[in-house]
């Protein structure tokens, strides 16, 4: 923007508005926050001050764990809006019932004496349990409150989600109580630490995991390799020229609605596995989370939300310690005078180029040779209290890039607004 | 411009949501909109007159005229109506799991007092204090306009009551919370009035102000520790106890090697965990609540480092959730003391009976640890109603305000569940000696909540 303004025949002229020389910080201050932070925690690294590889092995592991919650959970919100353009902020409730239900029945097995003695077996019957309580609460929802707004506008089924997420929460404390609710340990052999590929992580981790993965292939080939699969890919093509093929339009919506929430259901499993706490509010913040991860892949496209969850998750575990942490090591005054000189003429070189990224780069540079100079750092206190604050302004950096997701939106021709 | 709407749609449906929950909330919170002045000079009056007269009013004839109303005035209830209190609890929300157990105490302490003088109580509905001043100036100028109620039984949170307290107070109420612990509330317990200390504001919650000192002094004299670490979770009740153990600790001589936080809500405490690990600190402090405690307590044992920390929680933590978790073993506990064994109500109830009655109500052990002090706080005003309630000849009682204020200044040796109370001059009711509790078995929660290690009594 900012090169377009120059006016050729005098290149000293640059004309800022003030929008412009804002947007003009934020870049060289975002570039400026991510060298150093990185640059920091490496530093620190070989200084000996900062995390073990075991720790940041560690920190990734349980970052993969919750990120494969979050994107089974993304998945219901990407396939709904695919579907019907609106976004369904129902579906943190949709698992949290799944938890809940599947708590009872985990609870009953443990008092059984199944859940310690045939452990598999029990988890099954718990999956099943929360798949199906998590489906039917879904397709519940989507038959008494979305179906009659079917023709309304978008804006509408959107607030009526967001009513419905109340009614469900509140309902749910009225029906079971307000106390947080903890599944059984899982045996033994899934607590203990085994070692695997170089990574010391439990059991439970493992089977976390791989059980995401499981139901996201499976989804994943169920969408694209099905009769039904292809005619969702249809409907959330064109309702209209889907209906007028012969596909049945409502029954394809309830169908997504239930896959949707059976992937919730999975998920709601697992969390009882890794995390074993759930209460009614237990919905309300990884139903945000995994919106943001369906946004961040690119809303409406499955394996842009398995991956944005996953991304999401490892951010948020990773996110503070790579940043924020790397921030109190101090750039040697040597360095920041190398900087400095360089910053300058990397400026120059990038405005007689016009190629407004190197100036920012050089920018970047100069700050940080003023921070070097200068001898300032930042010791953030509360380091991971701020891991939503690094995975939002993540986002918020992928959307200024890629607007539509890193993976892209697939949405039919029909317009989404 | 279809790729333009396309690409601004999720922030339209993001700018959606911030909209319809700002509106929500206004909703809830706007109950009255016309501002009520809350200066308080009105109703400050000198309440150390008459604390006798109390108790003697009960045993005369029925008058046939009504007596004249006091300072701050008189409610009058007609034959055959109920007597008006409200109960003001945070019961939706994240913090529902304190305030619902308080609410339920109350409700169940109405069922076991039964009436007074012929007359029912009615707790009314709806009232609740949404843990946030906001949802405390609200509901308390609900409360405040309605002259018929006579006394309160809340909030769950200090925030709430800074924000009710002087509402109530301005309105001749009383307003008695089981689970306020900041010291602003009432008094430093050295004779000097918090700044948020109004009239008529009465509780049976423990002061909090010496809980990070006793902890402190547990750590570093008893367990012989020198390098702490504290978790808070950005709660103004959890970061002021954490904060408060750390100046003790450190003027003790100790060193807090790494002082940090959790969002309500986290889940992976991996990260958190880790960096405080990486500080190797011998003793981890984290009076913070459930479920981000009961994480916490899981997760800490796959993090390398923390094999021999020592692990210290606070009253938050002390329930029956937390404590069933075989991960909260070895655990140590700071706050009130919780072994109520036999203690009984002077309804008769003791915590057995208590527990079994909230059990066959609601079908769950109480989420938070402070039932019993909401049980106690209701049994303390309707026992005080029922002292200064005059019947008068046509069957309509005769309650006057600051006689009820008179009653409560006027506590002494009154039997709790949770001990016996005893009212200071600036309303502290409860016991306010600290205690840590060691607990070893997860299957034996009693046990646990009785295993005193320590000791901490604020005037010696």
Known sequence: MLMTTVTQHSA????????????????VFSVFVIVWGFVGTIALGFEGNGLTLA????????????????????????????????????????????????????????????????????????????????????????????RPLRNAPRLIPLITSIGISFFIQNAVQLLVGPAVKTYPQPPDWLRDQIHFLGFAVTGTTILVVVMALL????????????????????????????????????????????????MAGVAAILWGMMFRGVSFITGFLPGIKAFTAAVLGGIGNIVGAMLGGLLLGVIEALGPNVILRGWSWQIPVALGLILLVVGIGVVLVGRAMKRKGIVVLGAASIVMGLAGVTGFTVEVPGLSQLKDVVSFTALVLVLIFKPAGLFGEQLGKEDRA | MNATLKQWLPWIA????????????????G????????TTTSAAVDDTTTTEAAEDTTTTEAPDEKPEPGPIGAVEVAAGEKIQIRSLQAISGDVAFLGVPNQRGVELAIADYGQIKGHDVDLGTGLDDLCSAEGGQAAGQTIASDDKVIGTIGTSCSGAATAASPLISAAGGVLISPSNTSPALTSD?????????????????????????????????????????????????????????????????????????????????TGVLTEVAQASPEVLYYPIFMPEGGFIAQQAKD???????????????????????????????????LDYGSNASETGTNADTFLANYEAAYGEAPSA???????????????????????????SLFIDRQAVRDALNATSGFAGIIGTLSCDEFGDCGAQRISVVLHEDSSDIATGKGNIVFEFSPNG
Request: avoid cysteine; proline fraction near 1%.
């Open chain 1, 12 to 27: 000293r002229t640059f004309r800022f508005s003030w929008t412009d020389s804002f947007l003009w910080a934020i870049r």
């Open chain 1, 55 to 146: 720790a940041w092995q560690q920190l990734f592991v349980a970052g993969i764990a919750q990120g494969s919650m979050y994107g089974l959970i993304a998945l219901g919100y990407s396939m709904v809006y695919g579907v019907l353009g609106f976004i369904n902020f129902a579906h943190g409730e949709v698992f949290m019932v799944g938890a809940i239900v599947g708590f009872f029945a985990a609870d009953a097995l443990f008092d059984a004496g199944v859940w310690e003695s045939n452990f598999i077996i029990a988890i099954l019957i718990v999956l099943v349990v929360s798949i199906f309580t998590s489906t039917f609460t879904a397709v519940l929802i989507e038959k008494i409150a979305y």
């Open chain 1, 215 to 262: 139901s996201m292939a499976g989804l994943w080939l169920f969408v694209e390799r099905t009769p039904t699969g292809r005619a969702m890919r249809a409907v959330a093509e064109d309702k209209e020229i889907a209906a007028l093929m012969g596909i049945n339009v409502d029954r394809v919506i309830i169908t997504t609605f239930a896959v949707g929430g059976a």
């Open chain 2, 14 to 29: 993001v700018g959606a949501v911030a909209i319809i929950v700002i509106v929500i909330i206004a909703v809830n919170s």
């Open chain 2, 31 to 38: 109950g009255d909109d016309t501002a009520i002045d809350t």
């Open chain 2, 189 to 269: 317990l050295q004779g000097t009035a918090g700044d948020s200390y109004h009239v008529g504001y009465y509780r049976t919650a423990h002061n909090d102000l010496f809980q990070g000192a006793a902890v402190a002094d547990f750590v570093f004299n008893q367990l012989g520790l020198t390098k702490a670490a504290a978790i808070h979770d950005g709660d103004p009740y959890t970061q002021g106890l954490a904060g408060a153990f750390q100046a003790a600790f450190e003027e003790l001589g100790g060193e807090v090697v790494a002082f940090t936080a959790v969002n309500k809500g986290d889940t992976d405490m």
């Open chain 2, 303 to 337: 993090v390398a480092g923390f094999e021999n920390v020592t692990m210290i929680a606070a009253d938050g933590l002390l329930t029956d959730n937390f404590m069933e978790l075989p991960e909260s073993e070895g655990t140590y506990f700071s706050g009130p003391n």
């Open chain 2, 369 to 395: 640890a402070f039932w019993a002090h909401s049980y106690d706080a209701t049994v303390l005003l309707l026992s005080a109603i029922d002292s200064v309630a005059v019947e008068l000849s046509d069957g």
